[in-house]
């Protein structure tokens, strides 16, 4: 089970550190991704990352803002947030792919958390 937190709402500019927490699952052996959805778009790719922490992937509209990390020891891993701008507006889920010990950041994930609103003010 997956459960993001962390959303809230901040002023263009601002920042936020969303948080992933896992239960009940070997998380250290799972790649996680954050996506998000913004009102009336499909969702989307923001980053994800191995199952060590040792690789990342980011999309480019994120790229040189956001930052994917994990703490294995915590079974939490954590998209800081700077330079936040209205069009980063959305719910954000973190969620985890069916087999572990996989990596494929833009592939299929089938664990999903509740997700976490993320409101961007001009």
């Known amino acids: 089970q997956l459960q993001a937190s962390g959303g809230g709402l901040v002023q263009a500019g601002g920042s936020l550190r969303l948080s992933c927490a896992a239960s009940?699952?070997?998380?250290?052996?799972?790649?996680v991704g954050w996506f998000r959805q913004a009102p009336g778009k499909e969702r989307e790719f923001v980053a994800a990352?191995?199952?060590?922490?040792?690789?990342?992937n980011y999309a480019d509209s994120v790229k040189g803002r956001f930052t994917i990390s994990r703490d294995n020891a915590k079974n939490s891993v954590y998209l800081q947030m700077n330079s936040l701008n209205p069009e980063d507006t959305g719910v954000y889920y973190c969620?985890?792919?069916?087999?572990?010990?996989?990596?494929?950041?833009?592939?299929?994930?089938?664990?999903w958390g509740q997700g976490t609103l993320v409101t961007v003010s001009s």
């Open positions: 009940g699952r070997t998380f250290s052996s799972y790649a």
């Open positions: 990352i191995n199952r060590s922490g040792t690789v990342t």
């Open positions: 969620a985890a792919p069916k087999a572990p010990y996989t990596y494929m950041p833009y592939g299929q994930y089938a664990y």
